[in-house]
């Protein structure tokens, strides 16, 4: 599997929004949910969004929802997330992958092991 590329990451303001785009290989995106995911250092990775592999719907955490928006280009195999509202708790990096959602956790499809750099997101208070 080709690594995902992730960027639009930054230093931003509590209340103030980013919008983060990743671009994946035919192998990783086709046909799959793709999801983002986050880890801030000394904790373990949290799924944040999954999206079908239609686009038409898509799952996210409670700690999210309302405040981003996860969106597909399935021409352009990419994924974007849309994050309003920031809070200092959203500092993380961030990263995308194909995903599985179950009941209310997002977690990394179970063949997949080609994490991306990731794109870092600080926001300060």
């Known amino acids: 599997q080709v690594q995902p590329v992730e960027s639009g990451g930054g230093l931003v303001q509590a209340g103030e929004s980013l919008r983060l785009t990743c671009t994946a290989s035919s192998s990783t995106f086709d046909g799959r949910a793709m999801g983002w995911f986050r880890q801030v250092t000394g904790k373990e990775r949290e799924g944040i969004s999954c999206t079908t592999s239609s686009g038409r719907r898509t799952f996210y955490v409670d700690s999210v929802e309302g405040r981003f928006t996860a969106s597909r280009d399935n021409a352009n195999k990419t994924v974007d997330l849309q994050m309003n509202s920031l809070k200092p708790e959203d500092t993380a990096m961030y990263y995308c992958?194909?995903?599985?959602?179950?009941?209310?956790?997002?977690?990394?499809?179970?063949?997949?092991?080609?994490w991306g750099q990731g794109t870092q997101v600080t926001v300060s208070s």
């Open positions: 992958a194909p995903c599985v959602s179950v009941a209310t956790i997002i977690v990394p499809a179970s063949d997949f092991r080609s």
